[in-house]
């Protein structure tokens, strides 16, 4: 099956600093893999769609500059979270959709972000 | 806008009991899925459902979609302490590339 990963699984990091989380698809390519924020007790919020050689697509709300998003290959897309602040505290999961199909999405196992 | 509404929000139930979560949503769907989350994990993919009619079970677990209501249900067997978690539909549109999600059903199954 489908697998993606995401590391690192846990981060704790001092306010101001920036962190980067990996996503990989591990057996398949993926063109389209996509960012969501999950606070706890809530729902997926989809922070962006990001497509390999493009610029990434962000949901209204969420700040371009704040959290980038680079998908330099088929199987590896990057959430940086710059200057980081409490409030940016969240489980963050990625997913990826197989290039050609199936017109689904395969989840990674979610990276937890605490800001100090 | 697609917007999807699950109901109930919470649920507690005794072992044994049988239940349904119902998920709707506002416009036309090509997919809809459910999905189920452990406290402090991702997301685990259950079923996936693309025709008006699509029963699909698993276990204790049986979903179906009504596209003409713009309705899924996800029905609980039996329930049993396990199936403990947070169940979540979610909807998507081919070429829309996103998903939307429903706040989730947080489901407490008391032995």
């Known amino acids: 099956g489908a697998v993606v990963s995401q590391h690192p699984s846990r981060v704790i990091c001092k306010s101001g600093t920036s962190v980067k989380i990996e996503c990989r698809s591990l057996?398949?390519?993926?063109?389209?893999m996509f960012w969501y924020r999950q606070f706890p007790k809530q729902s997926l919020m989809l922070m962006a769609t990001?497509?390999?050689?493009?610029?990434?697509?962000?949901e209204q709300g969420v700040e371009k500059d704040k959290f980038l998003i680079n998908h330099a290959s088929l199987t590896l897309s990057t959430l940086t979270v710059t200057s980081a602040h409490p409030e940016d505290s969240s489980f963050y999961i990625c997913?990826?959709?197989?290039?050609?199909?199936?017109?689904?999405?395969?989840f990674g196992p979610g990276t937890r972000l605490l800001v100090l | 806008e697609l917007k999807v509404e699950q109901n109930p929000l919470f649920l507690s139930m005794q072992e044994g009991k049988n239940y349904t979560i119902y998920c709707n949503y506002s416009?036309?769907?090509?997919?809809l899925y459910w999905y189920r989350q452990d406290p402090g994990k991702s997301l685990e993919s259950l079923f996936v459902?693309?025709?008006?009619?699509a029963v699909k079970q698993e276990g204790r677990l049986m979903a179906s979609l009504d596209t003409k209501a713009r309705l899924s249900t996800l029905h609980i067997t039996a329930a049993v302490h396990d199936l403990s978690a947070t169940y979540f539909c979610?909807?998507?549109?081919?070429?829309?590339?996103?998903?939307?999600f429903g706040k989730g059903t947080r489901l407490h199954i008391l032995p």
């Open positions: 416009t036309t769907s090509d997919r």
């Open positions: 459902l693309l025709s008006n009619g």
């Open positions: 990001s497509n390999e050689g493009s610029k990434a697509t962000y």
């Open positions: 997913s990826a959709r197989p290039a050609g199909g199936p017109e689904t999405q395969y």
């Open positions: 979610a909807v998507d549109r081919v070429g829309a590339d996103k998903i939307i």
């Open positions: 057996d398949f390519q993926a063109t389209t």
